[in-house]
Nanobody
Framework: QVQLVESGGGLVEPGGSLRLSCAAS????????IGWFRRAPGKNREGVSC????????YYTRSVKGRFSISRDNVKNTLLLQLNSLNPEEPGVYYC?????????????????????WGQGTQVTVSS
């Protein structure tokens, strides 16, 4: 049974950092594309970053380029998202999701409908 469990969210001041983790079980995460999404209050879900399987390409939405970093710990079957220089417009629930292939992360972004398993999310709050 595929399971994704996010952790690492919390309250951080503007300009602060968090590291989100997504513990995967029931599948070998390094073989699949993994995406990170966020849903801010009153807004639609947004794709933030993704990574293809097998050490393939990564993607970041424009607003987070240079500040967020996606990575994998294949030994622990865990996906990571480092959030730096967080700003007050970026709070929300951050979700990780598993794609149905290892190639669901494209140069232009990624499609939520290609991600078939989702975690429960972790809350990120940015406030002084």
């Amino acid at each position: 049974q595929v399971q994704l469990v996010e952790s690492g969210g919390g309250l951080v001041e503007p300009g602060g950092s968090l590291r989100l983790s997504c513990a995967a079980s029931g599948f070998t995460s390094r073989l699949y594309s993994i995406g990170w999404f966020r849903r801010a209050p009153g807004k639609n879900r947004e794709g933030v970053s993704c990574s293809n399987g097998g050490g393939g390409s990564t993607y970041y939405t424009r607003s987070v380029k240079g500040r967020f970093s996606i990575s994998r710990d294949n030994v622990k079957n865990t996906l990571l998202l480092q959030l730096n220089s967080l700003n007050p417009e970026e709070p929300g629930v951050y979700y990780c999701a598993k794609a149905d292939s290892g190639y669901g992360c494209y140069e232009w972004g990624f499609r939520p409908d290609e991600y078939d398993d989702w975690g429960q999310g972790t809350q990120v709050t940015v406030s002084s």
